[in-house]
């Protein structure tokens, strides 16, 4: 689940105090909701209710889903746990299902867990997303062969998934593409990666070396297959020749998704779990890089060609 989402605590120190008598809160703690994520409604469960600004917002826990998936919303991303409120997420995952298996030729699989896909936290109104998906059902459901349960954890920083949510709505909502080539593209941003982590440990490690050569090959076998919204394909073929690599023309923005698919792509390779958890730890490291030049890396509007029609998408998103 792609999503974005505030810290618990800095949100409370941003709390306005008080409730007054004359805005009362449509949810009390404790209560079981159904909250929107991205496209899909999933149950809920109030754990803190506020008023900040003279607006109530909840800090909600996905049921059936980690802690980490924990965020604040606003009362627009909420419902009433009620029989009609049901019955129209059973006809939004149908119609979702649906989508999937007609643009995949497969049947629509139970989504996967957490950090492997993606699931763009917006308002209601604003509200497509499995983030698209951002969750494994909660019985356990497996993608493949492969187990959600393995799938390894790649922790998104909050203000990265604030950009996926952001990413989401100019393309979806608003129709617009990010402007190609990039500057800087993904083969840029993985060598002013390496300079820093050898300006850091004072050497060149052929370790993080191979790491990158590894996301770079990932980013250019997944981009066509798994990373693009319906929406961008034919600004992709427009873009990308057979003598092209996309690592060569797309940015941060589009890097950032492949992180979201990471879990189920390594998933398949046969990594020692020793290795997997150093996997982790270089990712996280490579997340916080980009977090830190996110003013420089991602583009804060998107002003490229407008996107073509077309409903739904390619990725999940």
């Known amino acids: 689940m792609v999503n974005s989402k505030n810290n618990s605590s800095t949100d409370s120190e941003n709390s306005s105090g008080d409730v007054p008598d004359s805005k009362p809160s449509l949810y009390f703690e404790g209560e079981k909701v159904l909250a929107y994520h991205g496209p899909r409604i999933y149950e809920a469960k ?31 991303r909420l419902m009433k746990h009620t029989e009609d409120n049901v019955l129209k997420q059973q006809a939004l995952d149908k119609k979702q299902g649906m989508e999937k298996s007609t643009k995949s030729g497969r049947s629509a699989p139970a989504k996967p867990k957490s950090s492997a896909d993606v699931k763009l936290d917006k308002e209601e109104t604003k509200s497509n997303v499995p983030k698209g998906k951002k969750r494994k059902t909660d019985s356990g459901a497996e993608k493949g062969n492969v187990s959600v349960e393995k799938l390894v954890k790649i922790q998104i920083p909050s203000t990265l998934k604030k950009q996926l949510v952001d990413d989401w709505e100019f393309i979806m909502h608003q129709n617009k593409l990010v402007k190609l080539p990039r500057s800087p593209t993904v083969d840029d941003i993985l060598t002013k990666y390496l300079e ?89 490291d490579f997340l916080k890089f980009l977090q830190k030049n996110q003013g420089t890396f991602f583009l804060s509007a998107y002003d490229g060609p407008k996107a073509s029609e077309g409903n739904g998408k390619d990725k999940e998103s």
């Open 46 to 76: 109030v754990q803190k209710a506020e008023l900040r600004k003279n607006e109530w917002r909840y800090f909600v826990h996905y049921l059936g889903w980690n802690k980490n998936w924990d965020e604040w919303v606003g009362a627009d």
């Open 196 to 284: 820093y982590r050898s300006k850091k440990d004072g050497m060149m490690t052929d370790s993080v070396g191979e790491i990158l050569n590894g996301i770079r090959c990932y980013f250019d076998k997944a981009l066509p297959a798994l990373l693009l919204y319906k929406k961008e394909r034919q600004q992709y073929h427009e873009a990308v020749s057979d003598n092209v690599s996309p690592s060569s023309v797309y940015g941060a923005e589009h890097l950032l998704r492949l992180f979201v698919k990471l879990p189920e792509l390594i998933a398949y390779a046969k990594i020692d779990e020793e290795s997997l958890t150093k996997l982790q730890q270089k990712f996280l």
